[in-house]
């Protein structure tokens, strides 16, 4: 069986180590004081310019990113503008579907509609009249790039 030391036991071995170590740390709080102080006492003379240094550059740093950031304004302008696009492109799509609605309606309704369909597309003509129909454009010529092509296969 083992006999644990009491409570005061332990806490006065802690207060004696405690005791024994307090004038080396003393020593070493007064050695770190001695070597900080010149940076202290620099830092105690500057603060002011330092934290108006530190300010500005905040200051700057949020201007940049609100300007060139993931969301900022050169951002917004181009998505503004990009937005502004799709609106006209809409309301031009918009436009075309309402005018094909209204020849789908006229086609479905109204005769004379229907007689200028046939006329165009199908080429359909009453009795004793007679269509003219144009030929298509003829092609391009060939470049003469495409012509130095041509001759070299031959």
Known sequence: MRILPNREESLRAVFDRAKDQAPRAEAAAARWVERTRPAWTWFVLEWRRLGTAAATLLIVGLLLHAMFGANGMVVYRQK???????????????????????????????????????????????????????????????????????????
Not at 101 to 117: C, G, H, W, Y
């Open 80 to 154: 503004h503008n990009e937005m502004e696009s799709l609106q006209s492109e809409v309301e031009r799509l918009q436009k075309e579907n309402s005018q094909y609605v209204d020849q789908i309606k006229s086609l479905k309704s109204d005769p004379a509609a229907i007689e200028k369909e046939a006329r165009e597309q199908l080429h359909y003509t009453r009795p004793g009249e007679v269509v003219y129909v144009a030929p298509d454009s003829p092609q391009k010529p060939p470049t003469g790039r495409a012509r130095n092509e041509n001759k070299r296969d031959r």
